[in-house]
């Protein structure tokens, strides 16, 4: 099975260091948690821009907005960044945790 890694950036931060990204195998399984988004008002703008800086170092990454405060998209889709749960009902995600932490984490393990 490949390694799987869990990389926590918030908006602020500069790109994951390549120096970081070239220890992960080849096959390792990113997902990449862009936290504190409710600092900048959970700014759908402003994640993207992050995805597309991170992207650059981990292209093949499973991306998630987050609040670590208050929990938002870990287990439950959050009210929050309603421009994110959209994406999951046009990809068949019908359940509320669909595009969570723990949805990312099960389905990489092989467990969902």
Avoid at 45 to 61: I, L, M
Avoid at 68 to 79: C, H, I, K, Y
Wanted: proline residues 8%; aromatic residues 10%.
């Amino acid at each position: 099975m490949p390694d799987m890694w869990l990389v926590v950036v918030s908006p602020s931060d500069d790109p994951v260091r390549l120096a970081e990204v070239l220890k992960m195998p080849s096959d390792a399984k990113v997902i990449v948690l862009v936290t504190k988004m409710d600092t900048i008002e959970w700014s759908e703008e402003v994640f993207e821009e992050k995805v597309f800086e991170e992207s650059k170092f981990v292209p093949n990454a499973t991306y998630i907005p987050c609040s670590g405060f208050s929990g938002d998209n870990f287990v439950d889709l959050s009210p929050k960044s309603p421009w994110y749960a959209r994406r999951f009902e046009s990809t068949g995600g019908s359940t509320p945790e669909h595009g969570t932490l723990l949805a990312a984490i099960d389905q990489m393990s092989g467990y969902s």
